[in-house]
């Protein structure tokens, strides 16, 4: 199977906050999808991925994408958080501790794809 190749796009959480306001205005979801940025960042803070991009770029096109079908903000923090474990010294307790447990069940299946 031949992977896709996607060109990274320079993107900004306000700018993805923007994106998921199109179609989801609530300040609970768009304060998780914050939550989750700040941790992702934070665990990410340095990191490069093999193009040189920072590697936090990775994770907001994903979730950047999932806005193109309207996207719940679990989902998006998922996306969001989805290579903290596989990448950072990030565990599932803290994941689990920093939002829903359905959340971190959901990130360990959807780092299997991407």
Known sequence: MRKLSIKTINITIDELVDKFKEYNNNEEDIALIRKAYDYAEKKHFGQKRITGDDYILHPLNVALI??????????MATALL?????????????????????????????????
């Open 66 to 75: 999932l806005t193109e079908i309207a996207a719940d903000s679990q989902c």
């Open 82 to 114: 989805h290579d903290t474990i596989e990448d950072s010294d990030s565990t599932k307790e803290e994941i689990e501790s920093l939002v829903d447990r359905k959340i971190n069940l959901e990130i360990s299946e959807f780092s299997k794809y991407l």
